[in-house]
């Protein structure tokens, strides 16, 4: 503005205005009103300047405010845009993790549901096991009270030192034997009959045992004794299976013999006697032969152990492996001495012998001499 008013009064000095008159020379008062005129006019003219000057400082400092102002409202958008893109970004991890955990919680459930029914299952297989072992259990209880009474019956009515003559009928005086062995029909007969022998026959004596404790043998079953033990270890086991145990249970079927004596030692062998309908016809040979009297004679088959032609009456079973095996007379008697030795030291092992160290040792040597007299093949008519 002052600009322009400037070029406006050059352009009217250059140009003088065609028309008017030239002033003359003013007076001396003309002369100070006209100054006093132009210092006012001046006066104005700045004022107006002045503001004018404010004015457009206010309209330039108001487009800066403004652009500024625009400025910073993009850049927080800008930042809000920011934050809501990593909230968005941060939402979805976030629900990934969700959906993730969601799954495999549904896969924990179902596997723990799953390992609850396993248990379950096998909680009732075992169930099942433990009450059939159980009813086992209580059979062999019931069969091993029945042993145990019938031994104490035995140690009680007959021991070595005075056996019981009425379980023991061969330690009998002859005379004795034959009266009770005797029947007769006719009464008078008969009495003249004994009569007589009574007259002539001189009654003998009885025989009784001479006995002595070897020291070596009784040193090493009072050691076993102390600890009782069905460890071969053992110098009185080891000994009894060198020289009885060992050759009484010596088939010629090896390999059949040592599953017997397994069988045996796990006291897991079952002795059980046959009809002649299930004897093995067919697998072996087998022999039928006319009796006295028109009857039919026993069967002869094929022993199991000793592979020769017997007349099987027995047949053992090892373990529950469900075969059966037909065994001769002689074969059953060494496998039965055998198993009653090893009942007796386990009955000792247990403690339920209730004897003098003595006893024991001599009802240990009796059963001894069973075995021998057995695998020499000694056994009782009966068998």
Known sequence: ????????????????????????????GNKEETETGCQDAGGVDETQSTEQLNMSRLRSSSVEIREKGSEFLKEELHKAQKELKLKDKECERLSKVREQLEQELEELTASLFEEAHKMVREANTKQAASEKQLREARGKIDMLQAEVTALKTLVITSTPSSPNRELHPQLQSPSKAGFRKGHGRNKSTSSAVVSAASQNVTPEPVSRECKEVDSILFAEFQAWKESPTLDKSSSFLDRIYREDVG?????????????????????????????????????????????????????????????????????????????????????????????????????????????????????????????????????????
């Open 1 to 28: 503005m002052i600009k322009g008013q400037a070029n406006f009064e050059e352009d009217s000095q250059k140009q003088p205005a065609i028309g008017h008159w030239k002033p003359l020379m003013p007076s001396k």
């Open 247 to 383: 050759p009484c249970l010596d088939f010629t079927k090896q390999e059949l013999s040592e599953l017997v004596r397994v069988a045996v030692e796990q006291n897991t062998l079952t002795i059980e006697p046959v009809a002649s309908q299930t004897l093995p016809m067919v697998k072996v040979s087998a022999e039928e032969c006319g009796g006295p009297n028109g009857f039919r004679s026993q069967i002869v088959t094929k022993c199991a152990l000793s592979g020769l032609p017997r007349t099987c009456k027995h047949r053992i079973m090892l373990g529950d492996s469900g075969n059966y095996y037909y065994i001769s007379p002689s074969c059953r008697a060494r496998i039965t001495a055998v198993c009653n030795f090893f009942t007796y030291i386990r009955y000792i092992q247990q403690g339920l012998v209730r004897q003098d160290v003595e006893l024991m040792y001599w009802e240990v040597m009796r059963l001894r001499r069973e075995m021998s007299l057995a695998k020499l093949g000694f056994y009782p008519s009966d068998m």
